[in-house]
């Protein structure tokens, strides 16, 4: 485990009387929460809705019970780092299970594919199922290994804004060689040229999404996800994945954390580029720093005055939304796992769909049906189903048309694939889209990643975990660097808190030296 994802604040419990505000209860701004106060801060989280969580929430219908965000949860040491950097023990507070096999990929007739954690077992199938050479496999999960151990530290666990933290000379020798490893063509080209057959390219292609990106234009260097999930695995919360929402929660009580609830936070407080607190309505609430855990692009348009130029951004550099079918089904079916991927027919063409406004037919289905892990998710003789397309996020589409055709061509899809009518056993439904993530957790235009990253240049044009000229504004989240998803929201909090707290140790010691300077000359 890395230096930083370990010990970097509990080295050192600096009781720093700050006053800091988290914006936002989604999984970063828990985390950063949970880090300042342990450091010694007074935080108070401020969340706009009636409970914490944002996209990590779940919904209850009669005896069905469905997630509404993430499903996979993936590199627990994250949460395990963040416990114990705060003197927890995370098993204290949630506990998971590794998963055997992974995703379940299911083609024409009733037949599947499995990816198997279990790396020899998994280009067995790989064989068994498309001729695919297996110590092919085997070698390209090598160097995706790799390329994680390379790129993580530098892009994921460090700021690539903070010189200190990005221009050591290790960092830039690695920083130079990610081109020779893959960043300069597209994921697909990266693994299409390391397998005999497309549905293998396709298979370790599919990771482009989890942020958001199109695997025909995102950089190689995204390959390293398929080392997340093939090398060191993936993982299953006991209790679902709303443990890991909860656990956060207590986390943050047990430190002392303030949380205010159903207070949605107007404006930042600025004043000649420094921060000096927020606002709630017409309230002014001082505070010595601020962490806006929000998605950047609404905190953009809205959270900064008029007069601090604040380049709003556009829908064009944002990435992927989805809609989202929960259905709760009458029967079971024991072909379906945890985790499965209905292919479209024509993976390129899907994405080249994105920059349509028009719907599209032939969408890769994931369904994911926690019932299958947690049985009390569905009643008897029943099965949860996240049923969940990518979608562009919204550009004034006309959604309620796209809802309908979408459904339907999903419908049809898995009926053709699973050779019943499921129309017919839908018994509880609900339905997600771009607009509805939007609206329940502020994410501009849905897309529910923030910025994509199509383009080897993405990673540096994520926004900064600082603010480049306000003094005393702290970013993390999904949208901002280093990106989405559970893990990765957790590093943001890390970086910004670091950055944070070496900035009040700064400034702490600045006024030290100043009084003594001060008193000398008295003396
Ligand atoms: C359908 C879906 C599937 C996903 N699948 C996965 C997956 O399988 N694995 C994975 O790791 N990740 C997945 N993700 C991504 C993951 O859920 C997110 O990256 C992560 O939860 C983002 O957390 P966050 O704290 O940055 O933001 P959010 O969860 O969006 O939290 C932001 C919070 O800020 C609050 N807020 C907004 N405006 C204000 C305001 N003005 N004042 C106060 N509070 C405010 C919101 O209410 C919200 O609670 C998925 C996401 C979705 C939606």
Redesign the pocket.
């Known amino acids: 485990m890395s230096e930083h994802k370990r010990g970097a604040i509990s080295k050192e419990k600096i009781a720093i009387n700050a006053r800091v505000a988290v914006?936002?209860?989604?999984?970063?701004?828990?985390a950063a929460a949970a880090r300042l106060a342990y450091a010694g801060c007074r935080v108070v989280l401020?969340?706009?809705?009636a409970e914490?969580?944002?996209?990590?929430s779940e919904r209850r219908s009669g005896e069905f019970r469905f997630d509404?965000?993430?499903?996979?949860?993936?590199l627990p040491e994250t949460m395990e780092a963040l416990f114990a950097d705060c003197g927890k023990d995370l098993q204290n507070y949630m506990n998971y299970d590794r998963l055997d096999l992974i995703t379940r990929y299911h083609y024409a007739h009733n037949a599947w594919v499995d990816a198997w954690v279990d790396q020899e077992k998994f280009s067995q199938e790989l064989y068994d199922k498309f001729n695919e050479d297996p110590s092919k496999v085997l070698r390209y999960l090598k160097r995706v290994k790799w390329l994680y151990e390379l790129a993580a530290p530098v892009f994921l666990e460090r700021s690539i804004h903070r010189r200190s933290e990005l221009w050591t000379v290790a960092n830039l020798i690695k920083v130079f060689a990610l081109p020779f490893i893959g960043a300069f063509q597209s994921l697909y080209r990266f693994n299409k040229s390391h397998f005999d057959k497309e549905r293998t390219a396709q298979i370790f292609s599919r990771v482009a999404t989890?942020n958001g990106s199109n695997p025909y234009q995102a950089p190689g260097t995204l390959a390293l996800i398929n080392h997340v999930e093939y090398g060191i695995g993936a993982y299953y919360p006991k209790g679902g994945m709303i443990a890991i929402r909860d656990a956060l929660a207590a986390l943050i009580n047990d430190l002392g954390v303030e949380v205010r609830l159903n207070?949605?936070?107007?404006k930042f407080h600025v004043f000649h580029n420094r921060i000096l607190g927020i606002k709630v309505k017409d309230e002014k609430i001082a505070f010595d720093r601020v962490v806006s855990?929000?998605?950047i692009a609404?905190a953009k348009e809205?959270?900064f005055s008029r007069d601090l130029l604040e380049p709003k951004m556009r829908t064009k550099s944002l990435g992927m939304s989805?809609m989202?079918f929960q259905w709760g089904i009458k029967g079971n079916f024991p072909q379906l796992d945890l985790h499965n991927i209905f292919f479209s027919k024509k993976y390129r063409k899907e994405f080249d769909s994105m920059s349509r406004k028009q719907p599209y037919h032939d969408l890769t289905v994931y369904v994911y049906v926690s019932s299958k892990h947690r049985l009390d998710d569905a009643p008897a003789g029943h099965e949860n189903w996240f049923v969940?397309v990518n979608l562009p996020c919204d550009q004034k589409q006309d959604w309620e048309k796209i809802h309908e055709f979408t459904r339907k061509s999903i419908l049809q899809r898995l009926s053709s694939d699973l050779g019943c009518d499921i129309e017919s056993l839908i018994v509880d439904e609900n339905v997600?889209t771009p607009l509805h993530?939007e609206k329940?957790?502020?994410?501009y235009a849905g897309a529910?990643?923030g910025q994509h990253s199509n383009s080897i240049f993405s990673a540096f044009r994520r926004y900064p975990n600082k603010h480049p000229r306000i003094h005393g504004l702290y970013f993390?989240?999904?949208?901002v660097h280093p990106g989405?998803?559970?893990?990765?929201?957790l590093h943001?909090a890390n970086i910004s808190t670091r950055w944070l707290l070496d900035g009040l140790r700064e400034s702490r010691g600045r006024s030290r030296r100043n009084s003594k300077r001060s008193s000398g000359n008295g003396g």
């Open positions: 914006v936002g209860g989604g999984i970063a701004g828990m401020f969340e706009a809705n914490l969580g944002g996209k990590l509404c965000g993430p499903s996979l949860f993936t989890y207070t949605k936070v107007d855990a929000l998605d609404y809205y959270l989805a989202v969940m997600m993530f329940a957790t502020r994410t529910l990643y993390c989240g999904g949208s989405g998803g559970i893990p990765i929201c943001s």
